[in-house]
């Protein structure tokens, strides 16, 4: 089973490609955070991942605060966080404003747009993910803030290569569908470079993504989240996986530093959340949906986890002051139907 799967199923993500630049040394980018990235790429977004494509030539990307990975073609580098950063080729140049610089150009598709200063030439393509933050977090947590990954030397990689080169020529036209097919090859790039990064993290790693490759975690992950509204105790879980609770308790405190109820309840909460945020659903219909067995205990868990109830956080659902995540964790209720009606006509 795979648990990035199943969460990635009900995570909304929408990608785009937004830039194609063929730059000549010395030249550096500024990116803006990414609340102010989405003012000229997706308004209304609540959060971005920004990436860039290096197709040919080299670079460098570094974070404002530290941290500097050179690029060659291949090479993609993702900020999971929205963090500002530069991108550049060359020393003793100044960084202009990407956004500002090549405002122009974003309105124009994926034309390429050139810069620099006469030398090497570097090509690189930008895109981003918008996505839910509620829902998100249990994967972005446990990233860094700039992940590399280079994907040339595999067939996978040089598909990605060429249908990406050949989505570009085709979004610079007007063929019916190019967006559409833009979009998707987006959403591939940066599954497949999130699971190439979980498939080279260190053998100890814990968190999330550390969960998620344990053979045993990684199934109970899978189980909580292919259902999250199934009545689950631990002891159904630990038959499930094949291992005692005892141990299934201890092993996934170990990873996730949490029980797996708590877990559970979280997820459920973020859930009915979503929901809450994008159908007209009632609060009932909801609580049922994602395992709670009464409307009011709903309320409650709701309450403790967003500091206000369901009612009142739909109605301020576009409010920036509402808080993305809870502080607490709290242990799960008992659940009583299956949540994947509502929200499969959430999505």
Known sequence: MDVLSEVLRVVKLEGALFFNGEFSAPWCLRSAQSRVAAQYLAPGAEHLIIYHFLTEGRAYARLLEGGREELIAGDIVIFPHGDEHLLGNGSSVRPVDAFETFAKNLTQGLKVASFGGGGQITKFICGYMACDPRLSEVFLAGLPKMIKVHVANEPAGRWFENSIRFSVGEGNGASAGSELVIAKLSELLFVETLRRYINTMPANQTGWLGGVRDPIIGQALALLHREPAHPWTV?????????????????????????????????????????????????????????????????????????????????????????????????????????????????
């Open 235 to 347: 002891p159904k879980i630990a038959r499930r996986v094949g291992l005692s609770r005892t141990r299934l308790a201890e092993r996934f405190r170990h990873f996730l530093e949490q029980s797996p109820m708590a877990y559970l309840t979280k997820w459920r909460l973020k859930l009915g959340a979503e929901i809450l945020r994008s159908t007209e659903n009632s609060v009932a219909e909801i609580a049922a949906a994602v395992g709670y067995g009464s409307e009011a205990a709903f309320n409650r868990a709701f309450k403790r986890e967003f500091d206000c109830p369901p009612a009142q956080f739909r109605r301020k659902r576009n409010n920036p002051g509402i808080p993305l995540f809870g502080r607490k964790q709290r242990r799960g209720r008992t659940a009583r139907q299956d949540a994947r009606p509502v929200l499969s006509s959430s999505r």
